[in-house]
């Protein structure tokens, strides 16, 4: 083992202490550890800004993308939401000792579940600083330990952070040990860190393809994945197309560097000549580029749309954290439904219609982890589903779907209770 991976064990092994800590702390404790860190995270301010600019300079330099350096970016009125996104967290029912399914069996035992913390989290992720607490401020709730391994474009924001998090879970006399920030930027070092099966019991990987993929193939413990998504929103025959119109611009503009903005539009032939201009009006004023099929782009270019283009082959299948929407016009709920199962991601997607009929058969057919009828994608989002915050949105189908919040980083064991039973 090289003094590298040394050191990383060392903080394994720290965490693995302070997860049988923490997970004996009581809610009073760790909630006034989540008050802590929002008070802290305000009147810290200014440091975390002046470190966090450095790594924005630092971007920039390097010459990240416009997506990515507005992740990267950290603001007052930014950190005041994932203050208050703590304090969120702080007000939730914590899950650790809930009791699961108690029954009275024939023989006299009394046999159920009880919610228990799943032990180490390691999460693994990019330029989002603001993950740094999330993750955090989540495990430290739910009675999980964490080793945070962020990457290198924000080492400096990440640094104040995680003294923020230990320091104020100290105070309120719980471990501060439980969250480990790994500082050595060095990318061997994510390969170790997956061969530490005894030491962590979850992985989560947030950041792009790449990095994601490098992780489900070498993890050596259970992984939780997601954050890739290809969102769609298709404008049904029977849509409001005001509301329509509202719903895919959110989707889209409000937050582009996000999973869950909007790629592709899908629209029903019926109302296409109608919806298209009005978007493609609405679309302009916030400078969005459409790339339509050949239905699409004859109506957006008779309607004088100047940012439509021919779509490309790889459009369809682009999550593109941009300023650009693919467009496809259909002649069917069956054909849009086919559509998404060929180019979806299974993260968020989305029908805007007033027909009954056609909103249950797009939940029900639809197979993604959020799926929408009648609002934006952009709620995808464990503060926007009262969760606090999140860990990921996942797209798994196991361990957990969607937003992952606090009962979704907890196990459970079985106990027992008995007056002397024994089996015959």
Known sequence: MTTTANELQTKGDAARRAARELA?????????????????????????????????????????????????????????????????????????????????????????RRRVPLGVIAAIYEARPNVTVDIAALCLKSGNATILRGGKETINSNKVIASVLREAIAAAGGPGEAVQLIENTDRSLIGELLAMKDTIDLVVPRGGAELIKFVVENATMPVLTGGIGVCHTYVDRAADLEKAVAIVLNAKTRKVSICNALDTVIVHADVAATFLPEMARAFAEKEVEMRGDERALAILQEAGATQAVAAGPEDFDTEFLSLTAAIRVVDTLDEALEHIYEHGTGHSDAIVTEDYSAAMRFLDEVDTAVCYVNASTQFTDGAQFGMGAEIIDSTQKTIARGPVGLREITTYKWIVFGSGQIRP
Do not use: C, Q, Y
């Open 24 to 112: 004996r702390t009581s809610t009073d404790v760790k909630n006034r550890a989540l008050e802590g860190i929002a008070d802290s995270l305000l009147d810290r301010a200014d440091e975390i800004i002046a470190a966090n600019a450095i790594d924005v300079e630092g971007g920039n330099d390097a010459g990240l993308s416009p997506a990515v350096i507005d992740r990267l970016t950290l603001n007052h009125e930014r950190l005041a939401t994932i203050a208050a996104d703590t304090r969120a967290i702080a007000a939730l029912p914590d899950p650790v000792g809930e009791m699961l399914e108690m029954k009275l069996l024939p023989n006299g035992l009394r046999v159920g």
